[in-house]
């Protein structure tokens, strides 16, 4: 299947702090292509790939799985590591959760994380009945595109794959059971109204997590995508200004090869 108008993956190569942001469930690169343009203008060599199964056909992701997800950032974090002196791991919605599972499974090679509305549980009647639904029903409605500014949409599946959306159950649960080994510096940035992930699940990473160093933003003019929303730019620049703290070299000219 090609890949839909805009959810192409993104790399930039820049100086020796690197990120990399991992999008969300049914979305694709589009959603924070900004943001990565942002990063790199600003010299830091960004990674932004692609989710297999996404970016096509909610019918492709059906066949995908969180360890087909969570592998793709496994290895675009490596690729940076080898690179970079210095990585960081941001995401939004499930790539917040696939960000906090890189963090509580690389440790101090990741130098800190940025969430935007991580999503850390499926909630409601509809995830117990997931198990058994799924061999009956191949999807439901879609969840893309929760976003408040006009005449802004994101590109993202118009259906939810049952399977996949069992598998990222799974998937939650083990990010949950590991927050205690994130130790890194966190922001975590949440919009006040999200209609896909409510505040709980932010709070509770918070409640979790091992970190020390840790920043909450909540976004008051945005929705779920808020990468695409009103407070995109706050998003950035609170971003930068968190990597920039952790990594004095940002911003100022030096080696463009890994450390």
């Not at 993956?9 to 100086?15: A, K, M, Q, V």
């Not at 969300?24 to 690169?29: A, L």
């Not at 990473?205 to 929705?223: F, K």
Request: net charge neutral.
């Amino acid at each position: 299947m090609p890949v839909l108008p805009g959810a192409e993956p993104y790399r930039h190569e820049g100086g020796e702090v690197g990120v990399l942001l991992c999008h969300g469930f049914t979305g694709s690169p589009q959603s924070l292509r900004p943001w990565a343009e942002y990063l790199a203008a600003r010299g830091l060599t960004v990674s932004l790939p692609l989710l297999p199964g996404h970016g096509t056909s909610w019918r492709d992701m059906a066949l995908t799985g969180w360890q087909d997800w969570y592998a793709e950032v496994d290895r675009a974090l490596r690729e940076l590591l080898e690179r970079c002196s210095q990585v960081f791991v941001a995401g939004l919605s499930m790539g917040g959760a696939l960000a906090l599972r890189l963090a509580s499974k690389h440790g101090r090679a990741v130098s800190g994380v940025v969430v935007v509305n991580p999503g850390i549980k499926v909630h409601g009647l509809a995830a117990h009945a997931l198990p058994v639904a799924r061999h009956l029903v191949p999807s439901t409605k879609g969840i893309a595109s929760d976003i408040a500014k006009s005449g802004v949409a994101e590109v993202g599946y118009d259906r939810v794959p049952l399977h996949a959306a069992h598998s990222l159950r799974n998937f939650f649960r083990l990010v949950d059971t590991g927050l205690p080994q994130v130790t890194q510096p966190l922001l975590l940035l949440h919009s006040a109204v999200d209609h896909v992930v409510p505040p709980a699940d932010s709070a509770r990473i918070l409640g979790r997590v091992s970190s020390v160093d840790v920043r909450e933003v909540v976004l008051e003019q945005s929705y779920h995508v808020a990468t695409l929303d009103h407070d995109a730019e706050r998003i950035f620049d609170e971003s930068l200004a968190f990597i920039g703290r952790l990594a004095p070299t940002v911003g100022k000219k030096g080696s463009t090869t890994g450390g």
